[in-house]
């Protein structure tokens, strides 16, 4: 079976601060893909950044990347240089064929 | 740039009505989904749809629930005789099959509450 773990629930940064969001996950598959979506207030779900677990480089997109260690199974989000509209639940969720879902992290970003 | 979009944004029903929510996934996707975000929870996997029947449902889904794509462009989920439990955000998704729903993203709705009273 699929599972994912978030094991922060709760987290805060500063504006300009750089955080990590940990992710954790198990799977029995062999080539799997692995997403952190971002829901913001209006409870919309908008992906952040997807990680192919056969390539070896972590994904970047802009202001976030991944830090994937493969035999850890541990997939963290880091966004630097944090802003405002920042401030959402993030959820780490990987296939195959549906998505499970972590807990989410609740991030703040303060001023 | 296309979106998932789903009506109604709200709906609010009586205890043992049926309801019936709806989305219009991305015009070229083939692999279609449900979930559920009870408040203050995290999101549920119910149902994928893929070549006109269902490819897998979790346990969540009984006999209460269905799907449908009735035409080209809708699918529907449709909830025969709701219970209090069943107030949650549902949210719709669709994914491309190129490269397979293995490893697609999902590109999610801006989802439905339904709130039963």
């Known amino acids: 079976a699929q599972t994912v773990t978030q094991s922060q629930p709760e987290m805060s940064v500063q504006e300009a601060e750089t955080v990590t969001l940990s992710c954790t996950y198990d799977t029995s598959e062999s080539n799997y893909y692995l997403f952190w979506y971002k829901q913001p207030p209006s409870r919309q779900m908008i992906l952040v950044i997807r990680?192919?677990?056969?390539?070896?480089q972590n994904a970047t997109e802009n202001r976030f990347s991944v830090n994937f260690q493969k035999a850890a199974k541990s997939f963290s989000l880091k966004i630097s240089d944090s802003q405002l509209g920042d401030t959402a639940m993030y959820f780490c969720a990987s296939p195959p064929r549906k998505l499970t879902f972590g807990t989410g992290t609740r991030l703040q970003v303060t001023l | 740039e296309p979106e998932v979009t789903q009506t109604p944004s709200h709906q609010v029903t009586q205890m043992g009505q049926e309801v019936i929510l709806r989305c219009v996934p991305i015009?070229?996707?083939?692999?279609f989904y449900w979930y559920r975000q009870i408040l203050g929870q995290k999101v549920e996997f119910l149902v994928s749809?893929?070549?006109?029947?269902?490819?897998?449902k979790s346990e969540i889904f009984d006999d209460q629930f269905s799907v449908e794509r009735p035409d080209g462009s809708n699918f529907t989920l449709k909830i025969r005789s709701t219970k209090l439990e069943d107030s949650a955000m549902y949210f719709c998704?669709?994914?491309?099959?190129?490269?397979?729903?293995?490893?697609?993203?999902?590109?999610f709705g801006q989802g439905t509450r339904l709130t039963v009273v």
């Open positions: 998704a669709s994914s491309d099959p190129a490269g397979g729903a293995l490893s697609t993203e999902a590109f």
């Open positions: 015009s070229n996707h083939l692999y």
């Open positions: 749809f893929y070549n006109n029947e269902i490819s897998e």
């Open positions: 990680q192919e677990a056969y390539k070896q």
